[in-house]
């Protein structure tokens, strides 16, 4: 328990860490979870709350774990206050895991809004599960992703209709040209989303296999 808030954590974090493992406010606010300019995160990297259990490897067929608190309260509210147009919270890198979080994707005086998560550059392996997203254009941007990409039980809560700056895409995901993409798409939910809840492309000349929701084996240990 090194940082008392995620600005904090943010500055310090490095490739050095593997885990980010976050504690949800009592009240479930986003007090001490801000980050300015928004968290990026490095390859092997995971980010999840302390509410859940987390795998951190498997020997044989024995798990181990990160104990979680088992706390059935809100995931961390993580959210940028200086959110920019086309800015994100939490930028990714290869073989990511998010896991338990909230994000806000608004400035702090909700005029201005971002993505909750996208990755800046191509990357291979991104494991999103158990999130919630709002105050989103959108909310998990995903561009030119390969291998075993796992999009499960997340909630995609998108701006009112009624709104001027409106939620575009709960997901918005496509696969690099050239490679392939292993998808696990499961137990999402998309409200408010005025071009798609959650959009999946295949970019020319790559292919995209669909994962099976029952059996699959965890996704790659960091």
């Known amino acids: 328990d090194p940082y008392r808030t995620m600005q904090l954590a943010a500055t310090a974090n490095s490739p050095a860490f593997d885990v980010l493992r976050v504690t949800p406010r009592d009240d479930a606010s986003g007090t001490n979870l801000t980050v300015n ?5 490095f390859d092997d990297q995971a980010l999840i709350s302390s509410n859940n259990d987390y795998e951190l490897f498997r020997v044989g067929t024995t798990p181990f774990f ?5 706390a059935t309260s809100p995931g961390p509210l993580l959210s940028r206050p200086d959110m920019v147009a086309g800015g994100s919270v ?3 890198a290869n073989n990511d895991t998010i896991s338990g979080m909230r994000f806000d994707a608004s400035n ?4 201005i809004f971002g993505n909750g998560v996208s990755n800046p550059l191509p990357i291979t392996n991104v494991n999103l599960t158990g999130n919630t997203f709002s105050n989103y254009v959108v909310g998990a941007d995903l561009q030119d992703v390969s291998g075993r990409v796992i999009v499960q039980g997340n909630t995609f809560a998108g701006r ?9 895409y709960g997901l918005d995901m496509t696969v690099a040209g050239g ?44």
């Open 160 to 168: 009112p209709v009624t709104e001027s700056i409106r939620s575009m």
């Open 179 to 222: 490679l392939t993409a292993n998808l696990l798409l499961t137990n999402n939910t998309a409200t408010n989303n005025q071009t798609a809840g959650l959009s999946v492309i295949a970019n020319a000349g790559s292919t995209l296999n669909a994962d099976k929701p029952n059996g699959v084996t965890p996704a790659p240990a960091v």
């Open 108 to 111: 702090a005086a909700g005029t």
């Open 66 to 70: 990160i104990p979680g608190t088992g």
């Open 90 to 92: 939490v930028r990714l």
């Open 37 to 41: 300019g928004g968290l990026t995160l």
